[in-house]
């Protein structure tokens, strides 16, 4: 017999495999001879009493041996005569890649950076020497933005496809299994390479291609579909379908798209700061403790708050965490986060933004969103005096309009100066910032502090531009065989959305060949 329970452990005793035995066993009512074995379905922390708890779903099995499922994708050899391109090697479009050749398909997956190994070297130069290769960096490159910034695998995507299938796939080429069980699953910046490397590798043994320093500089459109694209402003390779999934940061795509009078739409965005706090504060406030306990992670937080009808929310919060450059092009600051896998920096940060509506920003180019967000990030360079020196300002000097005399010691690398963020932020956010600050102070002890240091921009929370795409084919309504995927066409938020993103686009050109 199998049963299904939730119980609760104390941090110390999760790992006590003698403890949870003896839980379900009292609160089952069985004897623990009976107890054959069990399997843990998810877990999370419970921290809203002062008594910090883990929850536990558990099949439990009763008289009855468990037999561990052997879930393993199989990717067979395929020919080379039902070929589709595939524009990014992000999680979108390599989970896409493994998708098609499930189906039979030969993905061509063509990458404008460099290979994931290859990439350190160009982040290297942004975070020690403030220089920036404008195709390879934090966002560019195999395995995309989420590579090298962290690897946070939570959505709220349930009723766009198979998570378990996506994070099977994962722990596949080489995550732990722990990503299957936690609430908030994460993998780590520093995990991340290898198991991008090992998808590459099943992608090629089954007969796919990845190209790196491939550009995407046009598509080869006649009467209305898609005939194939252009690499590099030469290389001409033919396909039926090609499958957009060059992320929300790849601006040329979208002008590229917009110079060929190919529908795109302007989108709402949110725009704010990365705010960085020591980590023993978020512990101390999330944990009701003075030390946080061994057994617990560094502690997450959450916050949204509303302020004249405008959104105003914590975004990709990294604990134990650094705050990154993420700039793409030159002459810009854009910030953003990560962690790695054990979560032990000092410093927890996240993305604290404002909504951004098209009412903000008038007109009819459907360009204007990105225009926008470019600009409040060359003026964010301007004010960091160049070498990606980020503008900053300390939480409480900001909400009371003062410059901050000097700034807390962070991990932004290139380093920040000490700036009016007013000068940067356009009134709305700066305002909205400023009002909802004290009050995620009354929701979290100790958050609203001067210990807490404001780096800006944070800009690329979404894309600013939306692909639009049928709903049943997901292809471009102008465009027959171009399928619009992910962050980049405004469909997905984060690694694991836009996986599955590129898996459904796979699928619908299956359904269409």
């Known amino acids: 017999m199998q049963k299904d329970i939730e119980i609760t452990l104390p941090p110390h005793e999760v790992a006590n495999e003698k403890a949870i035995l003896e839980t379900l066993s009292k609160n089952l009512k069985v004897g623990r001879d009976q107890i054959k074995d069990f399997k843990i379905l998810k877990r999370s922390i419970d921290a809203r009493s002062r008594k910090v708890v883990y929850r536990m779903q558990v099949r439990v099995f009763i008289n009855e041996n468990y037999l561990p499922e052997e879930i393993s994708f199989k990717y067979p050899k395929i020919g080379d005569d039902k070929k589709v391109i595939i524009v990014g090697a992000g999680p979108a479009g390599l989970f896409a890649a493994l998708q098609c050749i499930e189906n039979g398909l030969k993905p061509i997956v063509v990458e404008r950076g460099k290979d994931v190994k290859q990439r350190r070297r160009d982040l290297a130069a942004i975070n020690k020497q403030g220089v920036v290769n404008t ?33 099977q796939i ?22 991340l ?30 009467d209305g579909a898609v005939q194939g694209i252009i690499v590099n402003h030469e290389q001409e390779i033919a396909a039926n379908s090609v499958i957009l999934a060059t992320g929300h940061s790849a601006r040329d795509i979208y002008e590229l798209l917009n110079s060929k009078n190919i529908l ?64 793409t092009g030159l002459d810009e600051i854009v910030v953003n986060g990560w962690s790695p896998s054990k979560r032990n920096n000092p410093y927890a940060n996240s993305g ?11 007109g009819y180019d459907p360009l204007r969103m990105l225009n926008f967000q470019s600009e409040i990030e060359q003026l964010a360079f301007e004010a960091g005096g160049g070498n990606l020196v980020a503008p900053a300002q300390r939480m409480i000097d900001f909400v009371e309009n003062r410059l901050s005399i000097d700034l807390p010691k962070n991990s932004y690398l290139p380093g920040t100066k000490s700036v009016m963020l007013d000068n940067i932020l356009p009134e709305f956010v700066s305002s909205s910032l400023r009002s909802a600050l004290p009050l995620f102070g009354r929701k979290m002890k100790g958050y609203y502090t ?26 471009h309504p102008q465009i027959k065989g ?14 694991v959305s836009a996986a599955i993103d590129g898996i459904n686009c796979a699928d619908a050109i299956l359904k269409s060949v």
């Open 352 to 362: 604290t933004v404002v909504q951004v509506t098209l009412d903000d920003v008038q």
């Open 450 to 475: 001067n210990d807490a240091i404001l780096v800006g921009v944070e800009s690329r929370t979404s894309s600013p531009v939306r692909i639009p795409r049928d709903k049943e084919t997901f292809q």
């Open 170 to 191: 994962f722990v596949q080429h080489g995550a732990d299994d722990d990503i299957m069980i936690d609430a908030r699953p994460h993998i780590g910046t520093n995990k």
């Open 135 to 167: 195709e390879s960096n934090y966002c560019y490159g195999e395995g995309g933005a989420g590579t090298y910034s962290d690897g946070k695998l939570y959505t709220r995507s349930n009723k766009r496809g198979d998570i378990n299938k996506v994070l």
């Open 482 to 495: 171009l399928y619009p995927c992910a962050e980049g066409a405004g469909y997905a938020g984060g690694i």
């Open 193 to 222: 390479p290898h198991i991008i490397t090992a998808i590459r590798e099943t992608i090629l043994e089954a007969g796919g291609e990845v190209l790196f320093d491939s550009k995407l500089t046009d598509l080869i459109i006649k």
């Open 264 to 327: 795109i739409e302007a989108k709402p965005f949110a725009l704010g700061v990365r705010i960085e706090h020591p980590q023993n504060v978020i512990d101390q406030a999330q944990y009701h403790c003075d030390v946080r306990s061994e057994y617990l992670p560094p502690a997450y937080y959450s916050l949204v708050e509303q302020v004249k009808n405008r959104g105003v929310f914590s975004f990709c919060m990294c604990p134990g965490g650094i705050i990154a450059p993420c700039a």
